[in-house]
């Protein structure tokens, strides 16, 4: 059985830190896109990163570049996703979500690179609250 599972959500202030965990277990990661998406409240999910755990590669959207980092540890058959979350703002605030897909986070077409959006991905964790007090 597909599991996603995210930890690490809570209240911070502006510019402080947050990290998020995603635990994911019950297939074979390579191959895998793994990725954080946010959902603010009247806001359709956006996607925020994402790791390719093939090969590491990974992506950000340009309102988090510099200030998150995603990484991927394997250990005892489990695989841990984590979303390392500097500088917070405000508009940082939303339920964060990590999902799968056997694919990788995106790819080029022409010079142009297409991520895959949240309706592309099949597995999902059950979200955590993250928000950002001015």
């Known amino acids: 059985e597909v599991q996603l599972v995210e930890s690490g959500g809570g209240l911070v202030q502006t510019g402080g830190s947050l990290t998020l965990s995603c635990i994911v277990s019950?297939?074979?990661?390579?191959?895998?896109?793994i990725g954080w998406f946010r959902q603010a409240p009247g806001k359709e999910r956006e996607g925020v990163s994402c790791i390719y755990v093939s090969d590491g590669s990974t992506y950000y959207a340009d309102s988090v570049k510099g200030r998150f980092t995603i990484s991927n540890i394997y250990d005892n058959a489990k695989n841990t996703v984590y979303l390392q979350m500097n500088s917070l703002k405000p508009e940082d605030t939303a339920v964060y979500y990590c999902a799968a897909e056997p694919f990788r986070c995106g790819y080029y077409t022409g010079s142009y690179y297409y991520v895959h959006p949240a309706t592309e991905y099949d597995y999902w964790g059950q979200g955590t609250q993250v928000t950002v007090s001015s």
């Open positions: 019950g297939f074979t990661f390579d191959g895998y896109a």
